[in-house]
């Protein structure tokens, strides 16, 4: 016993020595760093005017370095508490000032009291000292895993001492991989992009016996199909909240309220999870200690960061994400590195689209304007603060987690999906994934993490750039309507768009979007990915292929014989659904498994899916999907300007992925298919259920029920 206890405490003060010989190691890099810098910036000095020594310069650069530390590691946390409502955003850009501040505090506290700095100097000085001082750390603890432990048992503290002892059960995160199909993924684990997954599935693995076998697996990969609308705002409110019903595509407009509604506008993302919620009885996936990081939905979490819903709120302790801002704001080289590689991406971006232009890549589209910041919050801000947050939950203990990142959808949308540009963002989303399990091996219980898409993407060109005129324009010629040459555009990247509205709390309108048109005889025509939405706002109740004859003869006709147009929905008074096509083509719905007709080359469940739609109260009057070739690389013509596109049938965008551990029961049964994100939520609840134990009885759900 008297050994095993003194070589408790020599491993205890072999620890202390590494941690104070890591802490002087930074300290000197900072004196050395602060050195520097005041013999580059001029209005940064160590000494009076009349000149001082080499030695009392050297002095007053260490305690000046070693104030700053102590400064930056006392009050900052306590500065960060103080400014928990601030917005993400802004206090990401307040870092940087009050960094300076303490940095002008820490050399007025330096004895000699001959060093000075400008306000504005003071924040470059704060911030390449706080980035080289975190770089050295990390370099200093890279091989060291004690000092990793208990840095992430430091943050597990700060959390469990206002909570109870974590439960023994284990704890599930949902990582959403926003638009990353399936066979995408098998894709980047095939050219070792992402190794973290490849590790999970056995492939590309050693067995840690070294006896050359691959690993054994401890994920399965399993696709599923979504709904017509294949995109985030229906799949998420259906997987969180168990019901997408009535969501046609990602903006629609709705006769009885005269308004169109988008599925990133915060106000209309809150009714849509109000919707849901009466029609399922049920507050959402998360309602169990659940928290939701970079959703467009709750899914009825107690803890949210950077959730679209409910970002109309006022702000309020239900909803200040002390969890995910707090724990990557406490410290600042946080904030100095994630600005950094925000700068460094906006450059990426702006690199790869002139490389683009100059070697005159088809398809483009264009990637200027505000884009390359929209890009650089996606891929940087938005991952960094997410997972982040995420980290804090799982060392919090809390039993369920979803979490969105949407770096790799908003690079395809521009890029392609099967870029270059989008397979460097799967590389650092595997390296998201390898932290998040490292970090569950320090959590207070045990986790299992499940990985899924809402939706893949699909690549082509846009339906303009083949045509020479977009789908309003199609409409309004087909209406016998005068069309217009200037060309309009409709925003892309809407994800990331409303994670930047999410963090601001701003609920800012995409331009080119009235949200309540007056009425009017002129259609209203809406894309979504490649699908599209033709409504007549002046007719209350949804136009009958016989009254749009009656009123547009030409229309009809001159949409479904366009080559870039595969088919249209409308209602029959005759037969009900009606999808017409190309060459006179019109199939009833209820004879579409006999003669899918135009649907034929979308593959199974397409009928399916138009049936489901054309129940929906707010379907359009005319659903309109583009044409889809599979024998070209299974290209779309998306009527948004984007060459990755979702939202519509085609291709790769309506296949998606869920990774989940082998340590769940299996997703769907032998011959049987994973069909919308409905289904998905379902076989979610099923697994928390699972987590809490056999003393549990699996009753089903309300939406199980229902279904």
């Not at 963002?425 to 986790?447: C, G, K, Q, T």
């Not at 017409?580 to 719905?589: D, M, Q, S, V």
Request: aromatic share 6%; proline share 6%; with cysteine.
């Amino acid at each position: 016993m008297g050994t095993g206890r003194w070589a408790v405490r020599d491993g205890r003060w072999r620890r202390v020595a590494s941690q104070v010989g890591r802490s002087v190691t930074v300290w000197a890099v900072s004196t050395v760093t602060m050195l520097v810098l005041a013999g580059v910036l001029p209005d940064f000095q160590l000494q009076s005017a009349d000149g001082d020594s080499a030695t009392s310069i050297a002095m007053t650069a260490a305690l000046g370095a070693g104030a700053f530390g102590l400064l930056s590691a006392l009050v900052w946390p306590l500065l960060v508490r103080l400014l928990l409502l601030v917005p993400a955003l802004v206090l990401g850009l307040l870092v940087f000032f009050l960094n300076g501040s303490l940095l002008i505090v820490a050399l007025r506290l330096v004895p000699s009291g001959d060093s000075e700095a400008a306000p504005e100097t003071a924040v470059i000085v704060a911030a390449v000292m706080s980035a080289v001082a975190s770089a050295t750390g990390a370099a200093l603890a890279v091989r060291d895993d004690d000092a990793y432990r208990r840095r992430l048992y430091r943050l597990a503290d700060r959390r469990r001492r206002a909570l109870p002892p974590g439960p023994s059960s284990p704890g599930t995160v949902f990582v959403q991989l926003d638009g990353v199909g399936h066979d995408v993924l098998l894709a980047a684990v095939g050219k070792d992009l992402m190794p973290t997954v490849a590790r999970w599935l056995g492939e590309g693995a050693q067995d840690p016996a070294g006896l050359g076998r691959p690993a054994r697996p401890t994920h399965r990969l399993t696709p599923w199909r979504t709904d017509w609308s294949s995109q985030t705002g229906a799949s998420q409110l259906g997987i969180l909240h168990g019901s997408n019903q009535d969501v046609p595509a990602f903006r629609w407009y709705e006769k009885a309220g005269r308004e169109v509604m988008v599925c990133n506008r915060p106000a209309n993302a809150a009714e849509l999870q109000r919707r849901a919620i009466d029609r399922t009885g049920d507050g959402g996936l998360l309602a169990a200690d659940g928290a939701s990081r970079g959703n467009l939905f709750s899914g009825g979490a107690g803890e949210q960061a950077l959730v679209l819903s409910i970002a109309t709120r006022r702000r309020g302790r239900e909803n200040r994400s002390r969890a995910g801002y707090f724990a990557y704001f406490s410290d600042p080289a946080n904030a100095v590195r994630t600005a950094l590689s925000f700068v460094a991406e906006v450059g990426r971006e702006i690199g790869q689209s002139t490389r683009t232009r100059a070697r005159k890549v088809r398809p483009r589209v264009s990637r200027g304007g505000l884009y390359p910041f929209v890009r650089a919050f996606a891929t940087v801000v938005e991952r960094d603060v997410v997972v982040a947050a995420v980290m804090g939950d799982m060392l919090a203990g809390r039993t369920a987690v979803y979490a969105d990142l949407v770096a790799y959808d908003e690079v395809a949308h521009h890029s392609g999906p099967g870029s270059r540009d989008a397979e460097k963002v799967l590389a650092r989303l595997d390296r998201s994934l390898a932290l998040i399990e490292n970090v569950a091996e320090h959590a207070p219980r045990p986790y299992r993490i499940v990985v899924l898409s809402d939706h893949g993407q699909s690549p082509g060109e846009t339906f303009r750039s083949r045509y020479g005129l977009g789908l309003g324009d199609l409409v309004r010629a087909g209406s016998g309507l005068a069309v217009s040459r200037r060309a309009r555009r409709t925003h892309s990247g809407a994800e990331a768009r409303a994670a930047v509205r999410a963090a601001l709390r701003r609920p800012v309108e995409e331009g080119g979007e009235q949200r309540r048109p007056s009425r009017r005889s002129e259609p209203i025509v809406l894309a979504s990915g490649n699908l599209g939405l033709v409504s007549f706002p002046d007719v209350p109740h949804r136009m009958t292929r016989e009254e749009i004859d009656a009123r547009h003869p030409a229309l009809l006709t001159t949409l479904a014989n366009h080559p870039g147009v595969g088919f249209l929905l409308v209602r029959s008074e005759e037969h009900g659904g009606l999808v017409l096509g190309a060459y006179g083509a019109e199939i009833p719905l209820g004879r579409l498994d006999e003669d899918p007709g135009p649907l034929k080359v979308f593959g199974p469940g397409a009928a399916d899916a138009v049936r489901r739609t054309h129940s929906f109260p707010n379907a359009a009057d005319i659903m309109v999907n583009s044409a889809y070739d599979p024998a070209e690389g299974g290209e779309v013509l998306a009527f948004e300007e984007q060459i990755g596109s979702h939202g519509g049938l085609g291709g790769a965008q309506g296949k998606p992925f869920l990774l989940s551990p082998l340590a769940f029961s299996v997703p769907v049964g032998d011959g049987e298919d994973l069909v919308g994100a409905e289904h998905v939520h379902r076989v979610l609840r099923r697994w928390l259920r699972e987590s809490n134990g056999p003393q549990v009885p699996l009753a089903a759900e309300p939406e199980e029920r229902a279904a």
